[in-house]
C-alpha cells in the first residue's frame, strides 16, 4: 500500500500533527497558471495554491464603531460640512467617511513550517515516484458486495457504525482478499497519475474535516476504483 496512498501521504502527516494551511503562495508561479490555467477562477485550487496571488488572504472590511460623535450630524451633513475635515471627524457616519483598511487574515501554522500539501495532482505533473517493473497485490473477494447502494456516503462510519460496516463491507475495506496477477508497473503507474488528479482534489475538499481516519477510508476507496479500472483493462 505504500506505493498506493503516497498522493496522501504528505497530507495525512498534516493532519496528524494538526497543522493549517499559511496563506501564503506555494513555490509556484502563480501569474503563469492564471494566464494558462485560470486558476484563480477556481475556488478550491486558487485557494491550495494561490491564496496570496488569487487574493484570498486580504479583503476589505470597514473599520468597527464607526459613529457620528454629534446627535445632529444627519442634519449637518451638507457636502460643504462633509468637505471640511472637522466635519468629517465629527461626522464620519453621516459623511460617507469611515475609513477602510485592508485587513489581512494569515492563517499561521500551529508546526514550526509552512504545510506544502502535494501539487502534482491539480497541476497534471507526475510526481517522481519509483514504480518496480510488476506489482503485486491483493484484490478484494469480488462476491463480496456492498448491500446498500448509498455506501459512498457513510465511509466516514465505517470505524464507529456497526450497520454501515456490514452493509458497506466493500467501501469499507472489510472485504477478504486475494492476491492478484502480477500488473505491469508502466501501464499501472499511467492509471495512478490519472487517479490521483480526482483523488487529490476530494481529499482537499475533506481537508477541513480533520477527520483522520475517515480520510484513509476515502483514499482506499478511490484506490479500489484504480485497481477495478486497471485490472479490467489490463486483463
Not at 14 to 19: F, G, H, K
Not at 69 to 76: I, L, Q, T, V
Not at 80 to 109: H, L, W, Y
Not at 150 to 166: G, K, P, Q, W
Request: charged fraction near 20%; include cysteine.
Amino acid at each position: 500500500m505504500g506505493y498506493l496512498l503516497i498522493v496522501f501521504s504528505v497530507a495525512l502527516y498534516a493532519l496528524d500533527s494538526q497543522a493549517t494551511i499559511v496563506c501564503e503562495d506555494v513555490e509556484m508561479d502563480c501569474a503563469r497558471l492564471d494566464i494558462e490555467r485560470n486558476i484563480c477562477t477556481d475556488p478550491l485550487e486558487s485557494s491550495v495554491y494561490c491564496a496570496k496571488y488569487c487574493g484570498h488572504c486580504t479583503k476589505t472590511i470597514v473599520v468597527p464603531l464607526c459613529e457620528d460623535n454629534d446627535g445632529g450630524c444627519r442634519e449637518m451633513a451638507t457636502p460643504d460640512f462633509c468637505s471640511r475635515e472637522q466635519g468629517r471627524n465629527m461626522c464620519p457616519k453621516s459623511c460617507n467617511a469611515c475609513k477602510v483598511i485592508p485587513s489581512v487574515q494569515t492563517v499561521t501554522s500551529t508546526t514550526s513550517s509552512p504545510v506544502n500539501l502535494p501539487m502534482s495532482a491539480a497541476l497534471n505533473v507526475n510526481p517522481i515516484v519509483a514504480f518496480p517493473a510488476s506489482l503485486n497485490f491483493d484484490i478484494p473477494d469480488p462476491s463480496c458486495l456492498d448491500i446498500d447502494h448509498n455506501c459512498f456516503f457513510h465511509l466516514h462510519e465505517c470505524y464507529s457504525n456497526n450497520v454501515v460496516r456490514m452493509l458497506c463491507q466493500r467501501s469499507c475495506d472489510l472485504c477478504p482478499s486475494a492476491p492478484a496477477p502480477a500488473a505491469n508497473g508502466k501501464l499501472f503507474q499511467s492509471y495512478f497519475f490519472k487517479i490521483s488528479n480526482i483523488s487529490f482534489k476530494i481529499f482537499v475538499k475533506e481537508f477541513s474535516k480533520r477527520d483522520i481516519s475517515a480520510l484513509k477510508v476515502l483514499a482506499k476507496s478511490i484506490f479500489r476504483v484504480l485497481k477495478k479500472t486497471y485490472l479490467r483493462d489490463y486483463q
